[in-house]
């Protein structure tokens, strides 16, 4: 338990971590809130940037601007009636309405404090339920993994995509894409088409940068003159009658978006839409209407959103499984510190993990700081016109996709990434499933061989074993509801069941 | 994003769909060449799993395309909508880009980008647009270079001049 503390303090006691985690968590408010710049792209574009660094340093800015990320959203949905990122679409719906009424400074600050709160809960969460996870998940075998992973990339693909076949299809392209290269259990080359440059494999960071920068650009640019209107900004900090009265509604929320947050696939904007809904319907007397600038409707989205951020930790760094497109990112780029996240991290290196802690609850100190002062300044940034942000993310972009093996011939694969994830976008696909898919394919691949393997490549043993086991038919049951609910099956079943019920 | 109705088919969604089954048949066709059916823990079946998931829900999502209603005949073409000019002119310009950034050096073709898309996509005075790119590429360089100390692509045209 001391070792621990002594961990978790490292963030907070060198100058150096702490700038950094404070200027992340700035930068990340910012990104966060200029409608065309998201967290994910971000942070794919910071781990190119921050993969010489100490693990820590890198960590620290990376979990300051994924904090930062969350929270900005809700700033340009209150005052510009555009959602900063998706998960402030609900913030948006009830902000914006607060601010035309000339109380924008006042829902900025309670969606600062409540975010804030929201964050500590998450975060709390991490440092009590990652360890029970974590020796619990020793258990697990290869197949559970496989399991885990076919769910999140599903889970992923179907909640925030049009439809489960395209949810499905992004994720077996993720997964294909980093099938290419070496075999690392046999050295036969997959997909490599005899070029020397392939057998090292498709370097995911420039598919995630590709898919989550230039594509995300290019969709931006369907947007170019999209006018910003200007809100005034008075009383900031928030009343504590406020803070007291939502309280309750704060814990749910959080609570919500805490248990979201840490199912594989789920994230930020999955649980602001549910704790949004859920305020929605508990509240009983709302001082508004839903919809028309009541405060519960802001406080829910935002408590539950940076909530999600503590809990999506959780199965990334107990299972190695991301619970959102950011974590799946973080993976890769603890990947590329020569990490492995995973039930052993936690025994292996726990300085690691509890400084991961120490990190995000600085990050959300200082997003206290932060979401309560400079707001005056920060107008005027947002404005910044898309015509000036497009070619400069562009240029991040590429410089950033060239510093990881300073080979060009990666950043003619961004290039074609982001065109590809262009249309994809355009024509209702998520790229969540394919970065997560590009990230668990070869665990996945490992997982399964080593399944079958065990089952002496007998596969009725194989197929047995997962039904036979306590925590793999957990699993599989799991897998199957969310196959059964996608076909014509589902509605049939439940009308039956309803009927017997009834 | 899109102005049209999701339940309408999108122009050039058909098409997409169609190339998305022909690469998955292509990718499973690739994945078999790989180990075959000789074994089930070798290299080629995780692989074939994968390509085969993308050819079964590319079927399915090239006949749900099928069978939804196509666009209404006044709706935007594939031209207007899905790759505008300006989207055919920033591709291209980033194309340039990343063709020109080994050879000029980051610093040049990075200039040259920036002036390039800024004054298509702001159409303002040239002198602005010039000093925009000026004091933007000077934020970068020293951000990048100074701060996360990332080398930056050096032209082999004007090697040890930038």
Redesign the interface.
């Known amino acids: 338990m001391l070792e621990a503390l002594g961990f978790f303090a490292i963030a907070w006691t060198d100058p150096w971590l702490i700038f950094l985690t404070a200027a992340g968590t700035l930068a990340g408010i910012y990104v966060g809130a200029i409608p065309g710049l998201s967290v994910t792209m971000a942070t794919s574009i910071l781990i190119s940037f921050t993969f010489k660094w100490d693990v820590n340093e890198a960590l620290a800015l990376i979990s300051g601007v994924f904090f930062g990320g969350v929270y900005g959203g809700s700033r340009t949905a209150i005052l510009l009636n555009i959602p900063g990122a998706p998960s402030a679409i609900a913030t948006a719906i009830e902000g914006y309405p607060l601010a035309k009424r000339g109380e924008a400074g006042e829902a900025i600050g309670l969606t600062t404090v409540m975010s804030v709160f929201g964050g500590f809960v998450g975060i709390l969460a991490l440092a009590l339920f990652a360890p029970v996870i974590s020796s619990f998940a020793l258990m697990f075998q290869s197949r559970d993994y496989l399991l885990l992973g076919i769910i999140g990339i599903l889970l992923v693909g179907t909640l925030s995509g049009e439809s489960f076949a395209k949810g499905a299809f992004a994720g077996a392209l993720g997964v294909l894409i980093g099938m290419v290269g070496l075999d690392p259990m046999t050295a036969e080359g997959r997909f490599t088409f005899g070029s020397i440059h392939l057998l090292g494999g498709i370097p995911y960071v420039a598919a995630m940068i590709g898919f989550f920068g230039v594509a995300e650009a290019l969709v931006q640019l369907h947007t170019l003159n999209t006018p910003a209107i200007k809100q005034k900004i008075d009383r900031i900090i928030p009343r504590f009658s406020d803070v007291k009265k939502y309280f309750w509604l704060a814990i749910r929320a959080s609570g919500i978006g805490t248990i979201i947050g840490a199912l594989p696939g789920t994230g930020g904007d999955i649980a602001a839409l549910l704790a949004y809904d859920d305020a929605k319907r508990t509240t009983k007397n709302p001082e508004r209407p839903f919809g028309t600038g009541t405060r519960e409707g802001l406080v829910a989205p935002e408590a539950a959103n940076n909530a999600a951020v503590g809990g999506a930790h959780i199965p990334m760094l107990t299972l190695g499984i991301p619970g959102d497109a950011v974590t799946a990112v973080i993976i890769g780029a603890l990947f590329i510190h020569g990490l492995k996240p995973g039930p052993l991290l936690l025994v292996e290196t726990p300085h690691l993990f509890w400084f991961i802690v120490g990190s995000l609850t600085l990050a959300n100190v200082f997003l206290l700081i932060f979401g309560l002062t400079g707001i005056r300044m920060f107008t005027k940034i947002v404005e910044c016109p898309k015509a000036v942000l497009i070619p400069l993310i562009i240029v991040l972009s590429a410089v950033g996709t060239y510093a990881i093996q300073n080979n060009p011939i990666d950043v003619y694969w961004m290039l074609l990434f982001g065109v590809i994830g262009y249309f994809m976008k355009t024509y209702g696909f998520q790229v969540g499933p394919v970065i997560l898919g590009v990230i668990l394919g070869p665990m996945m691949d490992s997982n399964y061989r080593r399944a079958m393997l065990r089952a002496r490549q007998d596969v009725g043993d194989f197929l047995w074993a997962f039904v036979s086991n306590p925590i793999s038919l957990v699993l599989t049951t799991g897998l199957l509801i969310m196959l059964i609910s996608q076909t014509p099956l589902w509605p049939i079943l439940r009308r039956r069941v309803f009927r017997i019920t009834d | 994003?899109?102005s049209s109705d999701?339940a309408n088919r999108?122009p050039?969604?058909l098409v997409?769909?169609l190339l998305?089954l022909l690469f998955?048949v292509a990718?499973f066709w690739?994945?078999y060449e790989?180990?075959g059916f000789t074994?089930?823990?070798?290299?080629?079946?995780?692989?074939m799993?994968?390509?085969g998931?993308?050819v079964i829900?590319?079927l399915?999502?090239l006949v749900?395309a099928a069978s939804s209603p196509p666009a209404p005949k006044d709706a935007p073409g594939f031209f207007s909508e899905?790759v505008?000019i300006?989207?055919v002119v920033?591709?291209g310009l980033?194309?340039g880009?990343?063709v020109l950034?080994?050879l000029l050096g980051?610093l040049v073709s990075?200039a040259l980008?920036?002036f390039c898309?800024?004054q298509f996509?702001?159409r303002k005075n040239p002198l602005y647009m010039l000093a925009?790119t000026a004091l933007?590429l000077a934020a970068?360089y020293i951000v990048?270079r100074e701060v996360?100390?990332?080398?930056?692509?050096q032209g082999s045209l004007f090697r040890g001049y930038f």
């Open positions: 994003m899109m999701p999108r050039g969604e997409f769909a998305l998955s990718a690739q994945a790989i180990s074994g089930k823990t070798t290299a080629g079946v995780f692989p799993l994968a390509s998931v993308m829900s590319g399915v999502i749900s899905v505008p300006n989207h920033l591709i980033v194309l880009y990343v950034m080994p980051f990075s980008f920036l898309a800024f996509l702001w925009l933007t970068i990048f996360f100390q990332v080398v930056l692509p």
